[in-house]
């Protein structure tokens, strides 16, 4: 039966080739004034995108400042930093130019600038909830986080080594700007990692226990499959560009929460196991899902088998009779294949991490500590599961 449930998606996006020379006049639309500009650095130069966005903001008198240097797993010091630029040039607006890490450490600096008096690392933390955020806004360079759409942000603390996440509409960018062209550069592993990223924010919410509609499931299932076809397109040909307007736009829809309207949240046990991976090893985040998500399926899928039959027969066209836990087993089978297929991972070894024993008590212990009183749908885990998730994934 399916949940009631609110939609909420402001975020207006503008999408194809030369969507970037929107940004001045758009942001200007916005009130923005003097906009902090954070990026990651080299790819965004090489490009030519950066000088672009320069001369569109001077065209409408916007004053902008800069934070470059943000890195995959972004890092609270980077936040940190942000703050205070924007602290002393009076900053009214963040501009992210980049993928999921970039924007993620534009919602946490906006948290941060628009109440100065805490200390915005306690948002991740839980242990206040943001009241207000500075307006966000990001030109998107890299298909994967869905963060250009999304109320979620994930920021690594690099002095304790705990990966979280806070979530809240209030921290929805205001405009996405997504020219695909501005992907093509990308090398394969990160092309594929994002696609696995966005294919697993779809998945965290089919594989639910707590009801769904038909339309929802179907929506999923076709992202799924889009996703799928494309990732192999470009694995082959990264110049693609309707293969990569495919991946971006489907990195959108996958996390703007559209794809678990009516169910109970979803699960994002994988994701919150792959944070504790990422927090510990830091690695490229795509690629960490890919290696914990066959573990965790075959742990859990028993107690969400009608969610795997019908994902393994609409997503992964199995076709073969047999029993439930046979069509069930041999959809897991299916993804582990299709993640090889397009240069991915599917356990630590092939991710090329070997966690002690020691290690993977500490993640565990970690990850039920970030997940608070939720624990996952398809099966309630406790610190013990966390531990043979872990281990089977080796």
């Avoid at 200007?28 to 672009?52: E, F, I, P, T």
């Avoid at 800069?66 to 972004?74: D, S």
């Avoid at 639910?208 to 509609?213: D, F, H, K, P, Q």
Wanted: hydrophobic share 40%; with cysteine; proline share 3%.
């Amino acid at each position: 039966m399916a949940n009631n449930f609110n939609y909420y998606s402001p975020t207006e996006v503008i999408f194809g080739k030369g969507a970037e020379q929107e940004t001045g006049k758009q942001l200007k639309r916005l009130g923005a004034s003097h906009v902090l500009l954070v990026y990651g650095g080299n790819s965004a130069r090489r490009s030519g995108l950066l000088d672009k966005i320069r001369y569109s903001l001077k065209q409408e008198d916007i004053s902008y400042s800069e934070l470059e240097g943000i890195v995959p797993n972004p890092r609270l010091d980077k936040v940190y930093e942000g703050i205070r630029i924007g602290k002393t040039d009076n900053i009214d607006f963040l501009l992210a130019i980049g993928g999921g890490s970039v924007i993620d450490t534009a919602k946490a600096i906006a948290y941060g600038l628009a109440e100065p008096e805490h200390d915005v690392w306690e948002l991740f933390q839980h242990v206040r909830t943001a009241t207000k955020c500075l307006p966000v806004a990001s030109i998107l360079t890299i298909a994967a986080a869905g963060s250009e759409t999304s109320k979620g942000c994930v920021i690594t603390n690099e002095k304790t080594g705990e990966k979280r996440a806070y979530d809240d509409n209030l921290a929805r960018p205001k405009i996405a700007i997504m020219n695909p062209e501005y992907t093509i550069s990308l090398p394969d592993y990160q092309t594929e990692s994002g696609c696995v990223d966005i294919m697993m924010h779809t998945m965290e919410r089919y594989f639910t226990n707590g009801g769904s509609l038909e339309i929802t499931d179907a929506i999923a299932e076709a992202l799924l499959r889009t996703v799928m076809a494309n990732a192999i397109i470009l694995h082959d040909n990264p110049n693609h560009y309707d293969a990569r307007s495919e991946i971006m736009w489907a990195g959108s829809l996958a996390h703007n929460d559209l794809t678990g309207c009516g169910n109970d949240g979803g699960d994002f046990m994988t994701h919150k196991l792959e944070h504790e991976m990422g927090g510990m090893f830091d690695v490229t985040h795509g690629a960490g899902l890919a290696a914990i998500w066959p573990s965790w399926a075959r742990y859990v899928y028993e107690d969400c088998l009608p969610r795997f039959v019908r994902f393994a027969r609409n997503v992964m066209g199995i076709t073969l009779e047999g029993t439930d836990k046979e069509i069930a087993e041999a959809g897991i089978c299916a993804v582990e294949e299709f993640y090889r297929s397009i240069g991915m991972p599917t356990n630590m070894r092939e991710l090329g991490i070997m966690p002690s024993d020691k290690q993977i008590l500490d993640m565990a212990n970690r990850c039920m500590i970030a997940c608070g009183s939720r624990t996952g749908s398809a099966k309630k885990l406790k610190v013990e599961d966390a531990v043979e998730i872990y281990k089977n994934a080796r």
